[in-house]
């Protein structure tokens, strides 16, 4: 009887208090890590019209919700790969002053806050928005990765257009090499030359879809393309959902079993 009492009364709440009821599963499984459940809550979420806020750098790492625009605001520790450590560290730097995302990815792996993998699905998922748009910050990241913590370069292994850059903050040259080279005044040139440039719309859903469970982003395109965000077959004749890139509407339709099986 208690069962069947606290299904009717979660059902009670679900129907009358949906954000209080999607805040407080969302808490609770998130301290338990058990992404796959969040990811189940999220979609069904989505059915109810209350959707997740996206989590932004700087932005509160508790989980709350506004009844003005019906989202929830997310700790980025309901993220996949996510933990709660990185999440209250990134937190810990909301009052920092970054003139660049090289400064605060500075800060991020020396204060070990995030490894390489969480950074680049935060980025991916545009939690660093203030600072540029993802691909441009997936590019500093990767600038980062290449020249951070090295002080000496070997000519033969420079391009063209990196060289006299180098050559510009190296202390010291020879022959063959350029040595104590300043790798920040080297990265802050390297940044400041870098165009602002955004990613396709289907790599950010495909991300949204791995990493938070659904797809929110949209871009001003045909009405007709789509992407498949989920295959259900698990039954014989397979349901697949597309997801619409110009309104962020999904559609389910069915398979026939040959046909599925046919596109391999």
Do not use: W
């Amino acid at each position: 009887l208690s069962v069947a009492l606290d299904g009717l009364y979660g059902a009670y709440l679900k129907a009358n208090y949906p954000l209080e009821f999607y805040s407080t599963l969302i808490e609770i499984y998130t301290e338990k890590k058990d992404s796959d459940r969040l990811t189940l809550i999220k979609q069904e979420m989505k059915e109810f019209g209350i959707y997740e806020e996206k989590a932004k750098f700087r932005m509160s790492n508790s989980v709350s919700f506004n009844y003005g625009t019906n989202k929830i605001n997310m700790s980025i520790s309901s993220i996949k790969h996510i933990s709660e450590s990185c999440a209250n560290g990134l937190y810990s730097l909301r009052d920092n002053n970054y003139p660049n995302f090289f400064y605060l990815i500075k800060d991020i792996y020396e204060l070990k806050i995030a490894n390489t993998r969480q950074l680049n699905i935060l980025i991916m998922l545009n939690y660093f928005e203030e600072f540029g748009n993802i691909g441009k910050l997936l590019k500093i990241e990767e600038l980062y990765q290449s020249y951070y913590g090295k002080k000496t370069f070997k000519k033969d292994n420079l391009s063209i257009d990196i060289y006299d850059i180098i050559k510009k903050y190296a202390e010291k040259e020879t022959p063959k090499q350029f040595t104590n080279v300043n790798i920040d005044g080297l990265l802050n040139e390297l940044i400041n030359n870098l165009q602002d440039f955004d990613i396709p719309t289907k790599d950010k859903v495909l991300a949204e879809i791995q990493y938070i469970g659904y797809a929110t982003s949209t871009d001003n395109c045909d009405k007709s393309i789509c992407i498949v965000s989920n295959i259900d077959d698990s039954r014989t004749n397979p349901i697949i959902t597309l997801y619409f890139l110009n309104d962020g509407k999904s559609k389910q339709i069915k398979i026939k079993s040959k046909l599925f099986k046919d596109s391999g």
